[in-house]
């Protein structure tokens, strides 16, 4: 005979697992429905760099919609099954080794971070399943001559280039130092910019790592403030960019900060607030290219589907990510059902990609990787109400406004 | 070689101060917790989460360093609550018939739980609190450092100033330390230990709400922000001594600036790391902690 | 005073007292003896409200007090010093005997008593501020049976005091047992090894085994038994 106190345990016992199951179905949505084109995208969908994710996610629901409202593929629907890698490498391999055997998928695309994209786009390789990598930009995932692994998002080296000119050309920093994040995305990046410092002939000082989730950077800090480098190459992501920002500003450091890019998100703007301001990056921001028809095509749909926002990189990449793969499972023709004889349709028709979107012409190399798209050097820069934004200042070609010098915190008027 | 009184070695010990006198504040609940109910709380983190989520509300409404004051209230009612009901529906109807490894399992069940309706209500952007005292930063000399980060290590300390009265003062307060050492004696006092237990769950969440609020102040607000403070709360309880307050506090204080000089005069890459070797160390040479009394006396 | 009925406690399917029925009236000393596991301790921990009955009853000056919690049964003057002294040891002297009185409101009786106790256990008062873990056994047994006493007791229930004590201390405890039945005039139900000196001192006494009342008398008859001389007395 169950007591009192046993029936309230089994109750409150089964009213927790409803609430984690309902809680489960909410983040994972709806369950997969049959005769569907399928498509894997991996991505941290939770941690540290869910929001990202979250607008990777939201410019490639605008580009499912758009199939989908026109009937989709071949008369099906096409469906999108997202895994989730929380931007670890275990996690995103378990991830993705269930988006290609259990879900079945043609494709898998999205990807971010680029220590999960090595490993994940390794496993698709030999799975012989078509990898199309939108964010991460380790030049690890495009180099190993894996014919399976594509890149709808310029490497490092390419986001590194635009600034490792301004630096030899207008900067001409004597002392640098390096902070960057324990990752394949950190080291790689530290690697290249180490390279174009030596050959500017500017001195490294320091080469300081953090972990990715790391919320207190005070001891780096203090230590470079201690160090005086002209420049620090930040190679962060968001969140850590941001809390770096304010933690600078709390211990009075001024230099001039310089990231990869795909930090400028509005969350980190709305995180820093005028704080960011001289912070500097290469970006493929699109709504600073409307010039472009095809961008600013992009940037009207988008803000149709999601009224008062804006699109940044990530949603333009996720974007144009999707597209891709649509256009070549198009191009690829019907699925036949065997599965490895589609995925390798796919894969051919990928390497013939010729299409002009909303970061720019995508075509890719022999290497799988698209060389066609440009990031520019950008700025964050304030308003006359305190607003930071991004500008391209170089090259001067695209240029819209002009270099400005950091400013002791003293000296800045907005707070 | 350390450079004993240079500047820089000054200015790190103050740094790791401020982020260790959080670190004390959020694992004085945790090893409250342990101390009484023999549960290893892994939910710890998401009620400073709790707090942090509560000073973006009440700072949105009230700005400044009173609004600022006034989330340190909130999060320590509106934690120190869900404390009490969490210690209610989740804990206690649990607590006679499963093992610790099930309580564990709850509490991280808990723990996901939480993470997830934040994300859901919340959503997963991070925020920040903007720095209530406007950025004024104050040269010590050797040092310096933020206005903001002094009252972070103030409130610290008041926070467990108070919890040092209320533990060595109030009857409650000695009848949470009498049950946590002999239950059963204490309940032969005639201590309601479901009281106990409910005030402990209590004031335990409560301090990881102020905590939750300082650490959102000083770093970023987002719903998974917790993982770290609970890890960092679970080396500091080990470090101090299962169970034991003062461990607690010196054991953060500890943690906070030996991750700083080592992080300074070791390696960066390595900050998290240092922590938790200098516990090994601790572990080996005195596996009740630095503070605990030996097993079994 | 206390009346106990047909009492049956288990822990899960292992039956560790069967329909045990015993009383203590106002002002005795009852002795209750047993050997090891013939479900003493049981008891006790059943009528403090930490054990719960299954079947039987328990009724404190007529009122029925079974599976009451225990802090409810402390307020009713039922207090129990616990078998192997179960100080708080890392609260000092003072703390320790303040957790005695913790269901008490009445500040000024307290203080009262907590004189009368630092008369009745005078090292006590000269170790006030010392951690009750840094006592030596006796310390700590006399601290127990102290804190014990605040609680204003009109039934105090100890559970084996003597145990593992040195000879010389156990004759302190036994005398200070002694006084606070003679001279305060409290009800004592004893748990005892050295049946000898409990059975002299027991108004009257119970010998339990495997958790069953077997025998009831005077204290002096029991001595005299045979029976029980054979069993708990050494002859």
Redesign the interface.
């Known amino acids: 005979m169950p007591s009192k106190e046993e029936k309230f345990m089994k109750k409150s016992v089964i009213l927790l697992t409803a609430l984690f199951l309902l809680v489960g179905l909410a983040v994972a949505g709806p369950a997969s429905a049959a005769d569907s084109i399928k498509i894997g995208i991996l991505g941290p969908f939770t941690g540290s760099l869910a929001f990202n994710a979250g607008e990777m996610k939201k410019g490639m629901e605008l580009a499912l919609d758009e199939v989908n409202a026109k009937g989709g593929l071949f008369g099906q629907k096409v469906e999108v099954v997202y895994g989730d890698s929380e931007c670890k490498p275990d996690k995103g391999l378990a991830a993705v080794k269930k988006l290609v055997t259990r879900d079945k998928v043609l494709v898998v695309g999205g990807g971010y971070c680029s220590s999960v994209n090595i490993a994940a786009s390794e496993f698709c390789h030999y799975e012989k399943t078509p990898d199309v990598v939108a964010i991460a930009i380790s030049p690890t995932i495009t180099n190993r001559g894996y014919d399976y692994v594509f890149r709808t998002s310029p490497n490092s080296p390419m986001f590194l280039m635009g600034i490792n000119k301004w630096l030899a050309d207008v900067k001409k920093p004597k002392v640098v130092a390096f902070f960057m994040e324990n990752s394949d995305y950190g080291r790689d990046g530290q690697k290249i910019w180490e390279a174009a410092s030596k050959k500017i002939g500017a001195k490294v000082v320091a080469n300081l790592y953090f972990e990715i989730g790391d919320t207190d950077f005070t001891t780096q800090i203090s230590k470079l403030k201690e160090l005086k480098p002209d420049v620090v190459f930040n190679i962060a992501s968001t969140t850590e960019a941001a809390l770096i920002q304010k933690q600078a500003k709390e211990l009075d450091f001024v230099t001039q900060w310089i990231g990869v890019g795909g930090q400028f998100t509005q969350a980190y703007f709305k995180m820093t607030g005028p704080i960011s301001q001289y912070a500097m990056g290469s970006s493929l921001e699109p709504t600073k290219a409307m010039k472009d028809p095809v961008t600013a095509a992009f940037v009207k749909a988008y803000q149709a589907k999601y009224p008062g926002s804006r699109p940044g990189i990530f949603s333009s990449q996720g974007f144009d990510n999707l597209k891709v793969i649509l256009d070549a499972v198009k191009r690829a023709g019907k699925p036949g059902g065997d599965l490895a004889k589609d995925r390798a349709k796919i894969k051919t028709a990928l390497t013939a990609t010729d299409m002009k979107l909303s970061q720019g012409t995508i075509k890719f190399g022999k290497d799988g990787q698209v060389y066609t798209v440009l990031p520019s050097v950008v700025q964050v820069q304030l308003d006359k109400d305190c607003k930071p934004d991004t500008q391209i200042i170089y090259p001067p070609e695209r240029a819209a406004a002009k270099y400005e010098n950091p400013q002791p915190w003293s000296a800045r008027t907005c707070k | 070689m350390v450079p004993v009184m240079d500047s820089?070695f000054l200015?790190?010990v103050l740094?790791?101060l401020?982020?260790g006198s959080v670190y004390s504040l959020i694992a004085i609940g945790l090893t409250m917790i342990f101390g009484v109910m023999k549960i290893s709380n892994f939910a710890q983190g998401d009620y400073s989460m709790v707090g942090a989520y509560t000073a973006v509300f009440v700072m949105a409404w009230v700005g400044g360093w009173l609004g600022w004051i006034g989330s340190v209230v909130a999060a320590a009612a509106v934690v120190g609550l869900l404390g009490v009901v969490t210690e209610r529906?989740?804990f206690r109807?649990?607590m006679?018939?499963w093992t610790d490894i099930d309580m564990i399992m709850?509490s991280i069940?808990l723990f996901?739980?939480l993470?997830?309706?934040a994300?859901?209500f919340f959503?997963?952007?991070?925020?920040?609190i903007?720095?209530p005292f406007?950025?004024v930063?104050v040269?010590l000399g050797v040092a310096?450092?933020?206005l903001?980060?002094l009252f972070c290590f103030f409130f610290a300390g008041i926070t467990i100033f108070c919890l040092e009265l209320f533990l060595n003062r109030s009857?409650m307060g000695?009848?949470i330390?009498?049950t946590s050492?002999?239950r059963?004696?204490?309940?032969?006092?005639?201590?309601?230990?479901n009281q106990v237990y409910r005030i402990t769950f209590g004031v335990g969440a409560l301090l990881a709400g102020v905590g939750g609020v300082l650490?959102g102040t000083?770093?970023?607000i987002?719903?998974?922000?917790g993982?770290?403070p609970t890890l960092k709360a679970f080396a500091v309880t080990i470090l101090g001594g299962m169970g034991n307050v003062r461990g607690a506090i010196w054991g953060g204080l500890i943690l906070g600036v030996a991750?700083?000089l080592g992080?300074?005069y070791i390696a960066?890459?390595y900050?998290?790391a240092i922590g938790f070797f200098i516990i090994i160390l601790v572990l080996l040479v005195k596996p009740s902690g630095l503070f605990g009394?030996k097993e079994g006396? | 005073m206390l009346n106990i009925e047909n009492l049956k406690v288990a822990y899960g399917k292992a039956v560790a007292l069967h329909d045990v029925s015993m009383r203590v009236d106002r002002g005795e000393l009852v002795t209750l003896l047993g050997s090891n596991g013939a479900g003493k301790s049981t008891l006790l921990k059943t009528i403090s409200g930490v054990n719960r009955a299954l079947e039987g009853r328990i009724t404190w000056e007529g009122r029925e007090i079974q599976n009451q919690p225990s802090h409810t049964i402390v307020n009713h003057g039922i207090i129990q010093v616990p078998e192997g002294r179960a100080v708080f040891p890392d609260l000092s002297v003072a703390e320790n005997l303040r957790m005695g009185a913790f269901t008490r409101r009445d500040d000024d009786g307290v203080a009262k008593d907590l004189n009368e106790v630092f008369e009745l256990f005078p090292r006590l008062k000269e170790r006030r501020t010392q951690l009750a873990g840094t006592l030596s056994g006796g310390e700590a047994q006399m601290l127990a049976i102290a804190r014990g006493l605040l609680s204003a007791p009109k039934l105090l229930m100890l559970d084996e005091p003597s145990l593992g004590l040195a000879p010389v201390v156990r004759e302190a405890i036994y005398h200070v047992i002694q006084q606070i039945y003679q001279e305060k005039g409290i009800t004592i139900l004893l748990v005892e090894q050295n049946a000898r000196w409990a059975l002299k001192v027991a108004t009257r006494a119970y010998i339990l085994e495997n958790g069953r009342v077997t025998m009831e008398d005077t204290g002096a008859a029991l001595a005299a038994n045979p029976d029980v001389q054979r069993a708990y007395l050494g002859h």
């Open positions: 820089l200015q790190q740094n790791g401020i982020t529906l989740v109807p649990l006679t018939r709850v069940g996901i739980l993470d997830n309706l994300q859901l959503g997963a952007t991070p925020r920040m903007g720095d406007g950025g930063t040269n310096s450092t933020s903001l980060r009857r000695v009848a330390r009498a050492q002999n059963f004696a204490a309940q032969l006092m005639g201590i309601d230990i650490y000083l770093f970023a987002y719903p998974t922000m993982a770290l991750e700083a992080g300074n960066m890459e900050k998290q009394r006396a």
